[in-house]
């Protein structure tokens, strides 16, 4: 089991090595489950923490959310056990490794918990980087990771994801023979791309299954969940700045996200100047583009290099 704290140097070949064997996995196959990855007593204390919250939530409304199901985020403020999810070690590596070919930071999309009861049925099957209208097929924009609280399985509900779907993005729908049940036990995780076509499935049970959604994207898009809001300055100076930085308080580069020219991080100092000024953040190989334009060398020269 993999969490920033129990991570000795002694482990950080193997952890390397198991980043790798499951990033390719996902990206091969648009999915990927990775079992005990989270100790069951952090599950546990997480159901435990989001129990009241579900008792006094309605059910949602719409077709999409689905009217036999509770949903609600803002996680980071709900149980401290989420930040055990949202940082550990081995799914911000793969995610890292999935998503970093284009973009300079990844950040957090969502945070939500789902709550899927008897009678509801299979949700649509949808993918979800179709909420940002740009080109498909040319990158990957999020990785979704499902924690599971309770025991997810065919007859509970359990995720339903079209294995390769995200390399047929020209079909909406798939055939329901090619789909497979995410089963999984909690402290286990389904990870996919935003790109494979995938739904919760029906509760034809007595039980309730919950379970926890935390995704991430690319730091230059707009997140689903609005991280600023979710978590203004006065409650992500609380975090470790790790956490804030994933939640938004952080730039991409170059000064994408800005605040009066600066990293946003700086609204979490306990003193901000009344007058900021702009501070450039720069890619290296911006600031050697730059640094060769001034110094007058061919424009050859300087496409050469970048």
Known sequence: MYSPTDIGAADRARLA????????????DG??????VIDSETIARLDSNLAERFESTAFSEGAFYGSQTKRFGRLLLRSEQTAKLVQNELIVGIVNEVLKP????????????V????GSPNQVPHRDQDMWKGPKGEME??????????????????????????RHQDQIILPPEDSVDAEMLPGSALLFLGSTLHGAGQNVSSQIRR????????????????QWLAYPPEIAKTFSSELAALVGYQQHRPNLGNFEGQCPSVLLNDVVPDHLHAIDSLLPQQEGLIAAYREGRPLEEILGAM
């Open 102 to 113: 284009w973009c300079d930071v990844i950040q957090l999309n969502l945070t939500q918990a």
């Open 31 to 36: 999915y990927v489950i990775i079992p005990e």
């Open 211 to 226: 379970g926890v959604i935390i995704s991430y994207s690319l730091g230059w898009l707009k997140p689903y969940e609005n």
């Open 17 to 28: 090595d198991l980043i790798s064997v499951y990033a390719s996995s996902l990206v091969t």
């Open 141 to 166: 924009y999020l990785v979704n990771v499902m924690w599971p609280t309770t025991p997810f399985t065919a007859e509970t509900g359990a995720t339903i994801v079209w294995p390769h779907s995200h």
């Open 115 to 118: 709550e899927v009861h008897p």
